[in-house]
């Protein structure tokens, strides 16, 4: 399971997307996020979902690539599922079992939870899959510049943010090789129950913890060696500018958002 956590990898490829520039893509990214709370009807997630489908067809990142990092969250998904489930109170009783009552209206609340999940984790996915993270890291920083007026390091931020997303790959893999040295010398972490697997992965923590420290330690030796000192006064060998594409991401982004205003508006009546 760990080695199918997609997020904070990329995926190089000659597609439209990845030619985009980073701010309209992570624009478009909270843009499509915030989106996901205006659905309130199956067809608006239906809309998502051929939305998301056709911007994965276009991006040339393979669909398995995608949905093995769905693979990390279904204990998450799960879990939120059967807490709208068995929690949220309705007027259409299905099952009534002692003080346990399963609703219609759950039922229906917990689909939608699970389908929104899905989706927010392939939407983002979808950003560091399709962006190189020193492209990212120029797009943070270009966005919040405008703070830099009161004082907010923008560029340290942006800096903060990128080696923490490419961080995550290497800590993933850093962890596979810890269970698989473990795994040599008797130690088990695919059997037994959910708990017994959980206290497994204990003997993990701290000689991960030691490894994170010790890279952290050899990228601030390193980025000293090379006398790097914050971004105040450097200069950048691919400058940011938006192109006709990048406006009809825009376009396309404002269609799809007005289209689910529709829907929740419309829909149902």
Avoid at 57 to 66: A, C, Y
Avoid at 70 to 76: H, N, P, R, S
Avoid at 228 to 241: A, F, I, S, V
Wanted: charged content about 20%; proline content about 4%; some cysteine.
């Amino acid at each position: 399971m760990i080695r199918d956590i997609t997020i904070g990898q990329y995926y190089p490829s000659d597609s439209i997307i990845h030619k985009l520039d980073p701010r309209t893509k992570i624009i478009a990214t909270f843009i499509y996020i915030c989106a996901l709370f205006i659905n309130k009807y199956f067809i608006g997630y239906f809309a998502t979902f051929l939305f998301i489908a056709s911007i994965i067809h276009i991006s040339k990142v393979p669909l398995h690539f995608i949905l093995k990092g769905l693979k990390a969250i279904v204990v998450i998904i799960i879990l939120t599922i059967s807490i709208n489930i068995f929690f949220t109170p309705g007027e259409t009783i299905l099952v009534e079992i002692w003080k346990i009552r399963i609703t219609l209206e759950g039922v229906i609340l917990a689909g939608l939870m699970g389908i929104r999940l899905i989706l927010l984790i392939i939407g983002s996915s979808l950003l560091t899959l399709t962006t190189s993270p020193i492209s990212l890291t120029d797009g943070i920083e270009a966005l919040l510049k405008p703070l830099e007026k009161v004082n907010v390091p923008a560029h340290e931020i942006a800096m903060m943010m990128t080696i923490a997303l490419r961080f995550i790959p290497i800590l993933l893999e850093e962890t596979d090789k810890i269970m698989k040295a473990q795994t040599a010398r008797g130690a088990e972490f695919e059997e037994g129950s959910i708990v017994k697997r959980a206290k497994s992965l204990i003997p993990l923590l701290v000689p991960l913890f030691i490894s994170s420290f010790r890279r952290a330690e050899d990228l601030a030796l390193a980025m000293e060696a090379r006398c790097y000192k914050g971004g105040e006064g450097r200069t950048k060998m691919h400058q940011l500018n938006y192109i006709l594409r990048d406006y009809m991401t825009f376009l396309i982004s404002i269609a799809y958002v007005s289209m689910l205003i529709i829907i929740r508006l419309f829909w149902g009546r």
